[in-house]
């Protein structure tokens, strides 16, 4: 069997097809982020989190669906026309065409959407950045406050908004909160509020509970629009080398 010394390959065909496919989706992705912005509002009313993630995740999909649709599809119309291969070769290069396609247009507009947010942030934001990872891991808020906590809280203390919102923020990211946490706050909702100590117990239950839900749901929609994410991926995968395949057809027609 002679080899033919060309590639297999058509390079300048999964280059058109990858940097359009790279161009449609940047342009579907900032459609969404337009459509999503406009779609939240701060009234009653609005979407929940739940919704919201779906609609991204539907739109992920969308997008995926068209841009590799459309990539696959010009990569198999220009490539090199395989007039010595049987049908089951000639498909098996379009789907790999398609697949190349696919995945160079991912990184591409991977790459893009990383310089772009890299290049929004302004030098302060970047020294900033900087400066917080030079920082210790162990360095954050809740230490700070832990090491300057007082043994009965005061009654008039400016700062102690900010140290209860740490308190919770950290509680709740751990996804439990220490006994100690927990009865510095019911004394200090007493100390502030004049409530009695069940009272103020029964307060700091009512918003460690809501602060508990509020994190479980902002990790619940983040794992589900990960798993769209991931899912909107595949479906791109597949399109891409469908696509591919019927241009090819096309192309040899």
Known sequence: MTESPMS??????????ALIAAAVTLILVGL??????????????????????????????????LSAGLGGYVTGRLRTAW??????????RDTAH?????????????????AAGSSA??????????????????????????????TSPAVNADDQHD????????????????EEDRTYLIQTVAARTGLT???????????VTGVKQAADKARKSAAAFSLFAAFSMLIGAFIA?????LGGRQRDR
């Open 8 to 17: 297999s390959v058509s390079w300048p065909a999964i280059f058109a097809g």
């Open 32 to 65: 969404g982020a337009g459509l999503g912005f406009s779609a939240v509002s701060p009234w009653s009313g609005g979407p929940s989190a739940t919704g919201f993630t779906i609609a991204a995740g539907i739109w992920l999909i969308v997008t995926q669906w």
């Open 83 to 92: 007039t010595t291969l049987d049908d089951d070769e000639v498909m098996f």
């Open 98 to 114: 398609g697949l190349i396609t696919w995945a160079l247009a991912t990184v591409v507009g991977a790459a893009l959407l990383v």
């Open 121 to 150: 942030l302004g030098g302060g934001a970047r020294l900033a950045a900087g400066a917080a990872k030079a920082l210790p891991e162990a360095a954050r808020p809740y230490d700070a406050d832990l090491l300057l906590r007082r």
């Open 163 to 178: 140290e209860l919102l740490h308190i919770l923020a950290k509680d709740a990211a751990a996804g439990e909160m220490p």
């Open 197 to 207: 100590d069940s009272e103020a117990q029964k307060r700091v239950d009512q918003v």
């Open 241 to 245: 080398a469908a696509a591919a395949t």
